[in-house]
């Protein structure tokens, strides 16, 4: 069809300056809709080679005016003007719009370029340029709008992360070097984290215990023993403190305490061990005087 006889109904207000003007432009004879019921007398009325409407605007009595049009006039392409959403773009083409435009994100030359495209392939007709299918355009859209999602995400992560930066290098300066040992464990028992104070206490040290069983983890059968049933303890809610000697002679503590995140129900475990052999040997000693010290 020459681009001179090329008559298009546009009835997307928010594209009737831009897209009109280009239209013309390229030979195209354009007229615009007044709202969705004038779009709807307009085609009744005489013959277009295209349709350029928006996806949401309904008639009186609810339709939207895209089905009503697709519905009607099985043959007249229609390009529907939307946001950019992975939903209204599938929506549209399975009501029957030829193309998708977003709104507010078109370049105006593009837009016209693919509204005359449809205009000259009507149903039936020649295919459309290879890629510039409906499934093509929507999975285009569709992409576009998952790689902008996924850089806002990161964005938002790197923010974020430089806000909590100074903060969760303390708390990491802190697990290093803290001297109880700590250790981590799923619902299931296994060691998620153990910090370095923990080689103490874990017979392959805190890296190679990572993964293991955290009863079996332990060399010495008193704290394994002391660690297997605290963790069932503290799956159940409790928080659990014990006192104990181990078989070297050191006296530990041991604290098991449930990671509840608010769910109801334990996650899994947190277990503190801290080796009192030293505090108790010196809270023992006899006081000693300093030389030159009054009586």
Known sequence: MPAATVRILLAEPALAVSLADRLRKEGGR????????????????????????????????????????????????????????????LAALRAGARDYLVE????????ASRVLRAARFP??????????GPEEQ??????????????????????????????????LLVFERIGEGILFADRAGAIL???????????????????????????DPVLREAVRVDRVRALRGERV?????????????IETLPEDRGGG?????????RDLTVEVQTSLLPLVETPGSLP
């Open 123 to 132: 149903a039936g007709g020649a295919e459309p340029e290879p890629g510039q």
């Open 241 to 253: 403190e014990r006192f104990v000697t181990a078989g070297d002679g050191r006296r530990v503590r």
């Open 30 to 89: 354009v007229e615009e809709a007044t709202g969705a019921l004038d779009a709807q007398l307009s085609a009744r009325r005489r013959s277009f080679a295209a349709a350029v409407v928006p996806a949401r605007r309904s008639l009186a009595g609810g339709e939207r005016l895209l089905d009503a049009l697709a519905r009607e006039f099985p043959r007249l392409p229609i390009v529907a003007v939307g946001p950019r959403d992975a939903g209204e773009i």
């Open 265 to 273: 129900e334990a996650e899994g475990t947190l277990t503190i061990l």
């Open 104 to 111: 507010g994100e078109e370049d105006p030359v593009e837009a």
């Open 138 to 171: 929507a999975l285009r859209l569709a992409l576009a709008d998952a790689r902008r999602e996924v850089a806002e995400r990161t964005d938002a992560f790197r923010e974020l992360q430089e806000i909590f930066r100074h903060d969760l290098e303390r708390m």
């Open 193 to 219: 984290v153990a910090n370095p104070a923990s080689a103490a206490w874990l017979a392959g040290g805190p890296y190679g215990a990572v993964g293991a069983p955290l009863a079996e983890a332990f060399s």
